[in-house]
Every structure is written in structure tokens, then in C-alpha cells.
């Protein structure tokens, strides 16, 4: 049960730093409470581009150590969660 808990805990400590993240160093005019889960990170999401993106692979090494391989599916920038899941996938390899 307390790994289980432990999970879901790590989940909503990753989706806080990558809002906090996105909205620090992209520049979004919002609050963390104001982004969904759920939220798409370009289109008609948070509406973020090629450069955002490229901002996103940095974040991924520098705040959670993680370095993008060419061989890593994109879908990962789907969304806030997909990334989320990209990120606890990759710390725990």
C-alpha cells in the first residue's frame, strides 16, 4: 500500500515541478493551479512551439537529470501527464 502511495505521491511532485518549470521558463502568463493535468502542451493547450520545445528537453536535464535520446518516442510532449510519465519512466532505468 505505501509504495502505492509513495507512487502517487512522486506523480504529483513531478506534475508541480514541470508546471512550475513551464510557467518559469516559457514564460506562461498562468498559475499552477490553472493547468490541468490533462493540458496539451502545444496546440490548443498551452500553445507552446518548436522552441518551447527544445526549452522542455533542457528542463528534462537539467532540473530531472534526464537526457532525451533520439530513439525516445515525442509523444512524451503530448501533454503535462505524458511528460510526467516520460520523466518517472526514465529515473527509474
Known amino acids: 500500500m505505501s509504495d502505492m502511495k509513495e507512487a502517487i ?3 504529483k511532485e ?3 515541478t514541470i508546471k512550475k518549470e513551464l510557467i518559469h521558463r516559457l514564460n506562461i502568463q498562468r ?3 490553472q493547468i ?3 493540458t496539451a502542451l502545444f496546440g490548443n493547450g498551452l500553445k507552446l512551439d518548436s522552441v518551447d520545445a527544445t ?3 533542457v528542463m ?3 532540473v530531472f537529470g534526464i537526457k532525451v535520446s533520439e530513439g525516445d518516442d515525442p509523444s512524451y510532449m503530448r501533454s503535462i501527464n505524458s ?3 516520460f520523466i518517472i519512466q526514465k529515473q527509474k532505468n
Open 9 to 11: 505521491q512522486k506523480r
Open 14 to 16: 513531478v506534475l508541480q
Open 31 to 33: 498559475d499552477v493551479s
Open 36 to 38: 490541468d493535468d490533462d
Open 55 to 57: 526549452e522542455i528537453v
Open 60 to 62: 528534462l536535464d537539467k
Open 83 to 85: 511528460l510526467a510519465t
